[in-house]
């Protein structure tokens, strides 16, 4: 049962908590509309399609903030010390990644930087920060996947803020995921429509993939690394199942569970006391917790894969999930923690306890 509700007016794809400990109420949330300009409003004959979003800012039962941008499939914030204002990056359907400071003081989020990733009719479709495992007072790298086949590698600049090192053609369909190794900030992960998970050294220049996994039989649309296994990879498709995988043997998964519905974002649990545990937006079939048992991965039969919660209050296609930071912050050991949820269609985001 949910303990809150939002009306997101404009359908809702994407959810993160903020996890600096002076901001452990706040989230974000983003929304993409999908609107057609009337005919003959263009020159073209036919109606163009006009993608409009906000990045909405939420505070446990109210809402802080909303900033207008154009639609916004993913945004994730930077794991830095708790004495830097949390940053916030969001990826926007026109080629563009927005960084905002989040001013505690005045609970709301400042513009402090807009980098051009792609020309406008190309989409931002995801992003990771490099530094969830080693934070520091700098920013980390980012890498944003897109929607004509390629991904970007930002770093951080000379001057504040980042820029764009490098661009290459990773899929040959959209790669909806790109995701970093946060024990080894040189790997990234990539997955797409071409039913292709691949790996990219970045010391290696991008010219060729570390590996390429060609074994799925739909999409690759998530890949998250465990921030405290060093070694596992919790990868979703729009298959229903949910893989995990040995970064060190990517090819062939340790063990797979069907979670009734194209697994959209996967979330581990961000205390090291659950470190079991994973959060899975599951599309069509709400959300679903699920815990591994033995996650150190050292053989498949150590896996006892169960459903320990499920979230069907969601009417519509569940794309954003994510846990709140305040238990594993805090050091506290419950099992329940506070969880957001979003759907499309019926626009909705939803607070609940797993």
Not at 99 to 106: A, T
Request: with cysteine; net charge negative; hydrophobic share 40%.
């Amino acid at each position: 049962m949910s303990l809150h509700a939002f009306d997101t007016v404009w359908p809702a794809d994407s959810v993160e908590f903020c996890p600096n400990p002076d901001a452990l109420d706040v989230l974000v949330c983003g929304t993409y509309n999908l609107e057609k300009s009337e005919p003959g409003s263009t020159n073209s004959p036919v109606a163009a399609q006009l993608r409009r979003g906000k990045c909405m800012v939420f505070a446990f039962r109210s809402t802080l903030q909303e900033i207008a941008l154009p639609a916004v499939p993913d945004l994730k914030w930077c794991h830095r010390e708790q004495t830097e204002r949390p940053l916030l990056a969001v990826a926007d359907s026109e080629g563009h990644v927005s960084l905002y400071e989040y001013v505690i003081e005045e609970r709301c989020l400042k513009d402090f930087q807009c980098i051009g990733c792609a020309s406008s009719d190309v989409l931002c479709l995801s992003l990771d920060w490099s530094n969830r495992r080693y934070q520091g007072s700098a920013i980390g790298d980012l890498v944003v996947s897109m929607s004509d086949g390629s991904v970007a590698l930002l770093q951080p600049a000379t001057s504040a803020g980042l820029s764009v090192v490098d661009t290459w053609h990773a899929h040959d369909f959209e790669p909806w995921i790109a995701a970093w190794n946060y024990w080894d900030t040189n790997t990234i992960y990539t997955g797409g429509d071409d039913l292709k998970m691949k790996g990219w050294d970045v010391r290696q220049g991008f010219s060729q993939p570390t590996f390429v996994n060609k074994r799925f039989v739909a999409g690759v649309t998530t890949i998250q690394n465990h921030p405290y296994v060093e070694h596992l990879l919790a990868v979703g498709s729009y298959d229903d199942k949910v893989r995990l995988f040995d970064a060190r043997r990517p090819l062939v998964p340790l063990t797979e569970v069907n979670v009734g519905g194209g697994a959209w974002r996967v979330k581990w649990h961000p205390s090291p006391e659950r470190k079991e545990d994973l959060l899975v937006a599951c599309m069509h079939d709400g959300c679903k917790v699920l815990q591994f048992g033995d996650t150190t991965g050292a053989k498949p039969s150590a896996f006892n894969n169960v459903v320990t919660r499920r979230f069907d209050e969601h009417n519509s296609m569940a794309y954003g999930a994510d846990w709140s930071y305040a238990h594993s912050k805090a050091g506290k050991t419950s099992r329940d923690s506070l969880i957001a949820s979003c759907s499309f269609y019926d626009h909705a985001l939803y607070l609940w306890q797993a």
